[in-house]
Every structure is written in structure tokens, then in C-alpha cells.
């Protein structure tokens, strides 16, 4: 059985290997570790933070967590990332990933996402892409499995509008007839 999230929130971590360093903060619920002394979580909290990159995020994952494949819920918001690592592509059960408050500034960031096949939940707002024309759209165009965005619900008319207006740019040229006659 899963315990509580894994909280490292407020500890001014600056990198993965700051956090094997760290007690995980108590909560209400007291965190339940396996016989090899992991902790029993589907969450990880690294919110509020210094993190400015993801690297080592596997390795420390697989050292916190008794099953660290089912990790489903990854808490990374108000750090100082400004791209998004292909760290997170390699936590294929992850539903919940909140990136919010950070410094992504490239809507393409955004593509890699799109290969976590159970990914329904994503924060983005407050990072500086937010402010790109067609954000939203893009956003669910590039995971369009998502349920919920930036905490506002995805509606149906919003994933047929993102599916028509960022499908690539060829399929909306007509085919002109050859005038090699």
C-alpha cells in the first residue's frame, strides 16, 4: 500500500543530489517506508525550491522510492527550471506533473509531454511561455490526453479546436495542378 506524498518542499534543494541529503518533511500521515527503508509513495514534492535542472531526477527517484516505476504525482512548481528534461519522459506512470512558476519560456518544451500516456494533469501558468499567442491550444494539441490544465478542466470544444489549429501547416495547403502540360 502507498503512503502519503514524499514532501522535500521548502528546502532551498538546488539539484536531485541535494535531496538525498534531506529529511522529507512530516506531514499529518506518517510516511511508511518498505524493508529496504524506501519510502512507500506514488508522490514526490520538490515544490518551492532553487532546482534550475532535472538531471539525476531517475537516479533519485529509484533511490527514495520502494516502487519507484509507479511514481504518479511529481510536484516541481515554483523552482527555477527553464526547460523541460527528458528525465520526466522516463516516469511513464506519472498522471499529475505540476511545472508551474518556473522559467519555461519555449512552447515546444511542451512536445515532450506528449509521450506520458497517462498524463492527465499538468500545470504550466506562471512560466513564461504562458504568454505565447495560442498557449492553451498548443498545449493540448501536444498532450492531448490531458483532463485538466493549469487547474481549469480541458472541455471537448477545446481539444477539436487545438486539433484543427496546430495540425501542421501542410495539410491546410490546397494541391495547385501541375502545369507540365
Known amino acids: 500500500m502507498f503512503g502519503p506524498p514524499l514532501d522535500f518542499s521548502f528546502k532551498c534543494l538546488s539539484s536531485m543530489a541535494d535531496v ?34 532535472l538531471s539525476g531526477l531517475h537516479s533519485t527517484v529509484h533511490a527514495l522510492l520502494s516502487q519507484p516505476h509507479q511514481l504518479a504525482w511529481l510536484d516541481l512548481s515554483f523552482n527555477d527550471i527553464s526547460h523541460i528534461d527528458t528525465a520526466l519522459i522516463e516516469l511513464e506512470q506519472l498522471r499529475v506533473l505540476y511545472l508551474h512558476g518556473n522559467s519555461i519560456s519555449r512552447l515546444g518544451e511542451v512536445d515532450k509531454l506528449g509521450s506520458l500516456p497517462w498524463l492527465h494533469t499538468l500545470t504550466l501558468h506562471g512560466n513564461t511561455l504562458e504568454t505565447e499567442q495560442g498557449y492553451r491550444g498548443y498545449v493540448i494539441a501536444a498532450v492531448p490526453q490531458l483532463k485538466m490544465m493549469d487547474f481549469s478542466a480541458v472541455t471537448n470544444q477545446e481539444r477539436r479546436m487545438a486539433r484543427i489549429w496546430h495540425q501542421p501547416a501542410h495539410r491546410h495547403k490546397p494541391t495547385k495542378p501541375s502545369s507540365d502540360t
Open 20 to 53: 538525498l541529503g534531506e529529511e522529507p518533511n512530516t506531514g499529518l500521515r506518517p510516511l511508511k517506508r518498505s524493508a529496504e527503508r524506501k519510502f512507500c509513495s506514488r508522490a514526490l514534492r520538490l515544490n518551492n525550491n532553487i532546482i534550475t535542472e
